[in-house]
């Protein structure tokens, strides 16, 4: 029932709170951060709830197979268990220990748990949800636990808790401060290792390594919604004669310019596919990459033609072509099912734009973007989506061998079909991946290679 500008409550002792003024914000960058906070204070109240969800409403994807298990790494090795007796210099005039000593002390002994895993030198990357739940005074002794959760390919992440046992009542522990903190280990020219899978322990272990897999959904999710917050303006630009030249030019050059960037982040692998994630001035990208035994003509025939996706991809659950603009290009209207069941289904119109190699070493493109037309309005019963950027490149490997590569730039509509993969959560972009190789095997004898 507070007034939505009173964020921040200041704390004067463990039992007396005193409510600060309103924050008015007088410029538009003020308010821009204004609406940020506000959406971090959403999320900050409903991230147990939101984590609680995730953990009950997906489907975690299968342990590895036994020659994957071979490099497994038991989380019970990586527990680790210090002490810090709290003196004068640890605390303020009040005798109330600093919250940045006690941050210090829960990342050295957070630190010695990665390092334990990774066998080499960990750094800090992030820090989830440092939660200040009680202060410690002058003479305590605080019990700092720590233990990797999950490992995410190229990061890991460390459960860290702090328990204050006081000097009046040494038999009394108050749990005052916990956190989850990521870690990753950069070689000597700065590219980030991987790493093995992490066996959780039984019981509470386990819900430990699966609230991890939904804490970097969140993530995920957190770091779209607040560092690019959605404008009014569609993405989608009005297709018209006039502007298709341009509007083709732009969806090709588009997916060009994103294939082409670097620093890429393995996030985890499906059944021989790499999915990948990219965070570039304010945007976030995915990438999906694999190779399969089938010649990169035969492949880009059967990708480019979309009214055979539904046959391989769930989430074209149906395919109306509204308009062939030339041989190269089309404008199409896909229906897609909601990821959340009480939502209704997305609807998309798109412009693909499909490209062979204008020399050696190039690559097949097949360009995937939002146009928006007369002829295909909103309707009630479909929410209509939009696609910034996204489609594929096809790189020969070798004579009957294909590199394909799946890009895609986030928007609101499209992050909840990925995010739950990416972050091992959910197992349908891995099965979607199997049937696409299963199609391209079982029709690439009907295509005729003169591309």
Request: aromatic share 8%; net charge positive; hydrophobic share 35%.
């Amino acid at each position: 029932g507070k007034s939505p500008e009173l964020f921040t409550n200041a704390w004067l002792s463990s039992c007396c709170q005193v409510q600060l003024k309103a924050v008015i914000p007088r410029t538009s960058q003020e308010q821009i951060e204004y609406s940020i906070a506000a959406e971090r204070r959403r999320m900050r109240l409903h991230h147990l709830e939101s984590i609680k969800d995730l953990v009950s409403s997906s489907t975690i994807q299968k342990e590895p197979d036994v020659e994957e298990s071979q490099h497994v790494v038991p989380a019970e090795k990586t527990r680790v268990e210090t002490v810090e007796l709290v003196l004068p210099p640890h605390a303020n005039h009040q005798g109330n220990s600093f919250g940045g000593q006690v941050m210090a002390w829960m990342e050295s002994a957070a630190t010695i748990s990665a390092s334990r895993f990774c066998k080499g030198h960990p750094v800090l990357k992030t820090i989830d949800m440092f939660h200040f739940r009680g202060p410690s005074q002058v003479g305590d002794r605080i019990t700092l636990k720590a233990i990797v959760n999950n490992a995410f390919k190229e990061s890991f992440e460390v459960g860290v808790c702090a328990e204050a046992y006081h000097q009046e009542a040494w038999e009394r522990k108050t749990h005052i401060n916990s956190a989850f903190m990521t870690f990753v280990v950069p070689d000597k020219g700065g590219k980030l290792c991987t790493f093995p899978r992490v066996k959780p322990e039984p019981g509470d272990g386990e819900r430990r390594y699966r609230e991890a897999s939904a804490r970097k959904k969140i993530r995920l999710d957190r770091k779209y919604i607040i560092s690019c917050k959605q404008t009014e303006v569609p993405l989608s630009v009005p297709w018209d004669p006039s502007n298709q030249v341009y509007l083709s030019y732009n969806n090709v050059s588009a997916l060009k310019m994103l294939a082409a960037k670097q620093n890429w982040v393995l996030n985890c692998m499906q059944n021989k596919a790499k999915l990948s994630t990219l965070e570039e001035d304010q945007l976030l990208f995915f990438k999906v990459e694999m190779i399969v035994s089938v010649n990169v003509k035969q492949v880009f025939v059967l990708l480019s033609d979309m009214s055979r996706r539904h046959e391989w991809d769930t989430h074209y659950q149906r395919f109306k072509l509204i308009q062939k603009v030339d041989k190269d290009d089309v404008i199409y209207h896909v229906v897609s099912p909601s990821v959340n069941k009480a939502s209704n289904f997305q609807d998309f119109v798109l412009l693909a734009s499909r490209r062979v190699p204008c020399a050696d070493g190039d690559p097949y493109l097949i360009a995937l973007r939002s146009v928006s037309l007369p002829a295909v309005p909103t309707t009630k019963d479909l929410d209509r989506g939009e696609v910034s950027c996204a489609g594929f490149t096809l790189c020969q490997e070798g004579p009957t061998s294909t590199k394909i590569a799946y890009y895609i730039q986030t928007t609101p509509q499209v992050l909840p079909y990925i995010a739950r993969d990416i972050t091992g959560l959910s197992s349908d972009l891995c099965k979607i991946i199997e049937a696409c190789n299963k199609f391209l095997e079982q029709n690439k004898d009907t295509i005729h290679l003169a591309v």
